[in-house]
């Protein structure tokens, strides 16, 4: 399934990454046919590249809002996380015929200025707009909150997307924690790493991993106050496990 997800959801996705930044809409021409898509070999990412680790001396600490515990501020459970991808996202992928009749579009995400997209070995880079344009917005605020604060060169890191049962059935095998029904099924779910931080820059300010964890989780606090997503701390994955909400279509508003 993998290599055929790989060939046909670009017929169907919009991009996640535009010239004037990060979208959640469509802003390019969709592919015309399969072999279209065959010819259409991308070059190399320049947002793909960064430092081999992050320079962990002569760090500048930063100045974060206290939250209290992360795991007790982001526990929302599964339930929650689950009826909110069913009402959102896409029918899951069961087999090759679904990825021909989407449900709803996806957007490829790729690595950019707002974010890095980790290897998936288990899951797909595609999100439904609305999951894809919280992602954008989650990597900006990140990146404004950073340089308000002194600075520094680090983008957060994604390390799970769109999951397929077969893409499930095998993380289950090395992770006790992936349930059957995951919500990465829905394209609505993504996973943001808190131990780990892109850093593309040797050059000061340098920043501690666990300044940068506080700082995600003050962000994310925040967007979650505002109805924005659904947040679990993932103590064994070293993760957050976000789930984006419905906007209210009368005002373009988050129901909360």
Not at 39 to 52: I, Q, R, T
Not at 182 to 189: A, K, Y
Not at 193 to 201: H, N, Q
Request: hydrophobic share 35%; net charge neutral.
């Amino acid at each position: 399934m993998k290599s055929l997800i790989a060939t046909i959801l670009p017929a169907i996705l919009l991009s996640a990454c535009s010239d004037d930044g990060p979208v959640g809409v469509p802003d390019r021409r969709l592919a015309a046919s399969a072999a279209e898509i065959l010819a259409d070999k991308p070059g190399p990412n320049p947002y793909d590249s960064h430092l081999d680790s992050a320079p962990d001396d002569r760090c500048v600490r930063l100045r974060v809002a206290q939250i209290g515990p992360l795991r007790r501020a982001f526990n929302d459970s599964n339930y929650i996380h689950l009826e909110t991808a069913r009402a959102l996202g896409i029918k899951p992928i069961t087999g090759d015929a679904d990825i021909w009749r989407l449900s709803r579009p996806v957007v490829k995400i790729e690595s950019c200025p707002e974010y890095f997209v980790d290897e998936l070995t288990h899951s797909y880079p595609y999100l439904v707009p609305e999951a894809a344009g919280l992602l954008s917005e989650i990597g900006r605020n990140f990146n404004d909150s950073l340089a308000a604060r002194g600075g520094g060169h680090y983008r957060i890191k994604v390390t799970s997307v769109l999951r397929t049962p077969v893409t499930v059935k095998r993380l289950r095998r090395v992770n006790r924690n992936a349930v059957e029904e995951s919500t990465h099924s829905f394209g609505t779910t993504f996973d943001i790493s808190y131990s780990k931080f892109i850093c593309d820059s040797d050059e000061a300010p340098h920043r501690t991993f666990e300044d940068l964890k506080n700082l995600l989780g003050e962000i994310l606090y925040d967007l979650r106050a505002n109805g924005r997503c659904w947040v679990k701390y993932e103590a064994r994955q070293s993760c957050f496990h976000i789930t984006a909400r419905q906007p209210r279509a009368a005002d373009n508003t988050i129901d909360s």
